[in-house]
């Protein structure tokens, strides 16, 4: 079985300041990791993905995310946050060693960067 | 490179009503196709998945249906519409079997509201 948790509804940060949106997550086996975005009213947008080997995994618009097994965590995080970061963020996950290729979605974290 | 279009963007149908959402896939050959809905701009819930033409998983008992008639074309059906029906609907594609490892890239959207 896989699961994934969103313990914050909204994070709020002021811009130039760093972000961190937080993911834990569940599985059987070892996990594959993916982070989305999502803006008012759009698609989701793929931003990065943990496969293996270096925990800290770069993505698209400066983020990045770190893997952490003893956590069982995968927090998306950047350096400075812009006000055009605000969105919708999802974290996801797949249990490689549970047969299924869907992944399983988190409920969503608003980020709201204030000026 | 792989684009994923569907349509229609807006739709405003009355009780009763039928419905067509149509996505298409461009770039790729046997793409896994999903069929995702969002309410209240938060959770996504899978409805239907496809690993190939006429191949379809229901997730959840309901209203819905869907079908896939070529390999990359995937069309969310109902005979008669709810209002429990509106909603956010997404569809996604990802590459079928080894060269996936579960990352999902989304359509724009259909937001559907049922009057």
């Known amino acids: 079985a896989q699961s994934v948790a969103q313990p914050e509804d909204q994070v709020n940060v002021a811009e130039g300041n760093p972000l961190t949106v937080k993911c834990t997550y569940s599985?059987?086996?070892?996990?594959?990791l993916f982070w989305y975005v999502q803006y008012p009213n759009r698609g989701l947008q793929f931003l990065l993905k943990y496969i293996t080997g270096d925990n800290l995994v770069k993505g698209s618009y400066g983020f990045e995310a770190e893997f952490n097994k003893s956590q069982t965590s995968f927090h998306l995080k950047k350096p400075s946050a812009l006000v055009s970061d605000s969105a919708l963020y999802f974290c996801?996950?797949?249990?490689?060693?549970?047969?299924?290729?869907?992944?399983?979605f988190g409920r969503g974290t608003s980020l709201i960067v204030h000026p | 490179s792989q684009t994923i279009h569907q349509w229609p963007a807006t739709l405003v149908q009355p009780v009763g009503s039928p419905l067509s959402l149509e996505c298409t896939v461009e770039?790729?050959?046997?793409?896994?196709l999903y069929w995702y809905r969002q309410a209240a701009g938060r959770g996504l819930q899978l409805l239907f998945y496809?690993?190939?033409?006429?191949?379809i998983s229901s997730e959840v008992p309901q209203n819905l249906s869907a079908s896939r008639p070529q390999d990359r074309q995937f069309i969310l059906s109902s005979k008669k519409l709810l209002l429990s029906d509106s909603g956010f609907y997404l569809c996604?594609?990802?590459?079928?079997?080894?060269?996936?490892?579960?990352?999902?890239?989304f359509g724009e959207g259909s937001r559907l509201t049922v009057l």
């Open positions: 996801a996950v797949r249990d490689i060693s549970g047969g299924s290729y869907i992944p399983t």
């Open positions: 996604a594609w990802s590459p079928n079997g080894y060269r996936s490892h579960g990352e999902l890239f």
């Open positions: 770039g790729t050959s046997n793409p896994n």
């Open positions: 496809s690993v190939g033409i006429g191949q």
């Open positions: 599985v059987s086996g070892n996990p594959y």
